[in-house]
């Protein structure tokens, strides 16, 4: 199954839908980005990307909320603490202070900037 992520205007992933693999396959039998975006238009309307659910392109998998960038070629989710940095790479944020590998339980905290234990 092929899934597909309806954008705003603005690159805001509005919905994400799956699409029968034979809908989306030319006359080759390989798949078409384009034909997928052509049968989602055809039903619903808007501009529509490809997602992979296994992350093999475009970083990420797209959720609800998620923005499009089209130099980067990715989807990207809202920045989750104003402390964090888009990993280039891989499109994804991280804190400024790696969390804790010790079995624990933590949580960001923002005003300390650092991991707080979750007891």
Request: aromatic share 14%; with cysteine; proline share 4%.
């Amino acid at each position: 199954m092929a899934h597909f992520a309806d954008l705003s205007e603005d690159g805001i992933v509005l919905r994400v839908i799956v699409v029968n693999n034979s809908d989306i396959l030319d006359e080759n039998g390989m798949e078409q980005e384009e034909k997928g975006v052509a049968f989602c238009q055809a039903l619903f309307g808007g501009s529509w990307k490809q997602t992979s659910y296994n992350a093999t392109f475009r970083k990420n998998f797209a959720s609800v909320g998620f923005k499009y960038d089209e130099v980067r070629n990715a989807f990207i989710a809202p920045r989750p603490f104003a402390s964090w940095t888009l990993n280039e790479e891989t499109c994804a944020w991280r804190p400024p202070v790696v969390m804790p590998d010790d079995g624990k339980f933590y949580q960001w905290d923002e005003a300390s900037t650092s991991w707080i234990e979750v007891t």
